[in-house]
């Protein structure tokens, strides 16, 4: 069990250090606001293709490496809890 946990602990550190430098790597995105007020489009072709760009893969990343994070974070506790 000790071994697992190690494992699992090691992979954690990896998972929050990807995390932090994928969070770093993206732009801010500053519609707030400034979009309500000047009516920003958001039907053009960048918006729909959104998700094939290098900030959209950056973004699914970050969101899919946050849930693994939240889940090892839960497994963790519980195993630690039942040490």
Known sequence: MEIVRTVITVVYFIVAIAVIILT???NKEDSGLSSTITGSSTNNF????KGRTKEGKLKRWTVILSIIFAILTIVLGILYMAK
């Open 24 to 26: 770093l790597m993206q």
């Open 46 to 49: 960048y918006e729909k293709n």
